[in-house]
């Protein structure tokens, strides 16, 4: 096995419920397989071309993806199920709602400078999906920085200035010109692309395949 650690690159994005278990799923994989890792965050959106006032997520689903009503009930079931399983906790309601979140993409790029972008990350993840709160409010987002001890005054300026849009911009089409249309998309030693939540077992397989064939 190598004693480099395994590059891991995660194209993702705070709205996608995918994107959290399949984190976690991966982390349960890197923790029981104990390969030596390094993870970088990159930025996607999901919805570029959404509102400032978002839209239902049921409505989006239907519309988006083409789902009955039943059949969203039961992928937010199955979801809730996986996160449990994970130690994390969904909380859907008729009105849950998605946002665009380009503004939440600069906010992390500004984390990242700081070491905390994996932090912020998983602080998002819960402000959305666990506490329902709206990631396309700069205060909530300014908020949630500061409530991991970020300087929250800057996250605000952050936001309001958009020094960081043209190169959150630049990134996401880089992934997109990598031929990446959906998340998450998981990219290990720049080589290997592993798309949507794979399960504990199937993430720990493809982690050994990949150290073992490295070393």
């Known amino acids: 096995m190598t004693t480099q650690p395994l590059l891991i690159d995660i194209v993702s994005d705070v709205m996608c419920p995918w994107c959290i278990i399949g984190y ?103 402000a959305h999906f666990t506490d329902r709160r709206d990631l396309s409010d700069n205060t909530v987002l300014a908020d949630v920085a500061g409530e991991i001890g970020l300087d929250r005054d800057e996250a605000l300026a952050v936001m309001q200035d958009q020094r960081f849009a043209q190169v959150v911009r630049e990134q996401e089409q880089f992934w997109i010109n990598q031929g990446i249309t959906g998340v998450p998309a998981v990219v290990l030693d720049r080589k290997h692309l592993v798309t949507g939540a794979q399960g504990v077992e199937n993430y720990s397989a493809i982690l050994r395949q990949v150290t073992q064939a490295e070393g």
């Open 24 to 126: 976690r799923q991966l982390a349960r994989a890197l923790e029981e397989t104990g390969v030596p890792h390094e993870i970088h965050w990159h930025p996607f959106e999901l919805n570029p071309e959404m509102p400032a006032e978002g839209q239902n997520m049921r409505e989006h689903i239907v519309e988006k993806y083409g789902a009955t009503p039943e059949q969203s009930e039961q992928n937010r079931a199955q979801m809730t199920a996986l996160g449990a399983q994970l130690g994390f906790d969904f909380r859907f309601t008729e009105g849950f709602r998605m946002h665009n979140t380009f503004v939440a993409h600069q906010l992390l790029h500004w984390a990242d400078q700081q070491g905390r972008k994996h932090d912020l990350k998983m602080a998002l993840f819960t």
